[in-house]
């Protein structure tokens, strides 16, 4: 089956920085790459997903790129805001039903 | 349209004890998902139905049995609890291409 690595595990920044999380596929058949955003408490929601004839997707202060030949995907979020605190989980999917989690990064914004 | 509704949303047991988690759906979904979360391991999948009638296990199954009553409805049931089963457990409804989940039951078995 699928198997998803997701690093780092926690990352910090300040306010107004950028953070990166990146993820790593092991399924090449694999070609729907989700992110979902969990706050304390709360349930995972989608907040932005690639398929795999796309090379980058942006929405606002986030974004993603997937480079399909080395099976590995990231999230950028810019100028970070507390609200961005969270923990964010990775994907994979061929499509037909199941999702493939990563572990979860736990993103902690200064103020 | 209250999407995927999971009940309770907390749970004490005892070693040994059973119960049932329920999970209903207003979104039409085929597809219908249980997952486990635990610090440091994500998401896991327990065990899914890709449509009425049918089930198959996931990652984690064993100790859990389910049931997918209709469409609208996809149970969890824990026959004989043990502590390796406290965690936080999420529904969750529609394709690979994205899901819905529910708010989550938080059970602890002592």
């Known amino acids: 089956g699928e198997n998803v690595e997701q690093h780092p595990s926690t990352l910090s920044v300040q306010e107004g920085d950028s953070a990166v999380i990146k993820c790593t596929y092991s399924?090449?058949?694999?070609?729907?790459f989700p992110w979902y955003k969990q706050e304390l408490g709360k349930r995972p929601q989608l907040i932005i997903d690639i398929r795999s004839n796309v090379g980058e997707k942006k929405d606002q202060r986030i974004a993603v790129t997937l480079n399909k030949t080395a099976k590995h995907f990231s999230l950028h979020i810019t100028e970070t805001q507390p609200e961005d605190s969270a923990v964010y989980f990775c994907?994979?999917?061929?499509?037909?039903?199941?999702?493939?989690f990563g572990a979860g990064t736990t993103v902690t914004v200064r103020a | 349209n209250a999407g995927v509704t999971q009940t309770p949303k907390f749970q004490v047991l005892k070693t040994g004890q059973s119960m049932t988690l329920q999970c209903a759906q207003d979104m039409n979904h085929n597809s219908m998902y249980w997952y486990r979360q635990d610090p440091g391991m994500g998401l896991r999948l327990i065990y899914y139905?890709?449509?009425?009638?049918?089930?198959d296990k996931g990652e984690v199954p064993n100790g859990y049995n389910v049931s997918r009553l209709n469409k609208r409805e996809f149970s969890l049931r824990l026959e004989s609890a043990a502590p390796s089963q406290t965690s936080v457990y999420f529904c969750?409804?529609?394709?690979?291409?994205?899901?819905?989940f529910g708010s989550g039951t938080r059970l602890t078995v002592v």
């Open positions: 139905s890709a449509s009425e009638g049918t089930t």
């Open positions: 969750a409804g529609g394709l690979g291409y994205g899901y819905t």
């Open positions: 994907a994979a999917s061929s499509g037909d039903y199941k999702l493939s």
């Open positions: 399924d090449s058949a694999s070609n729907y």
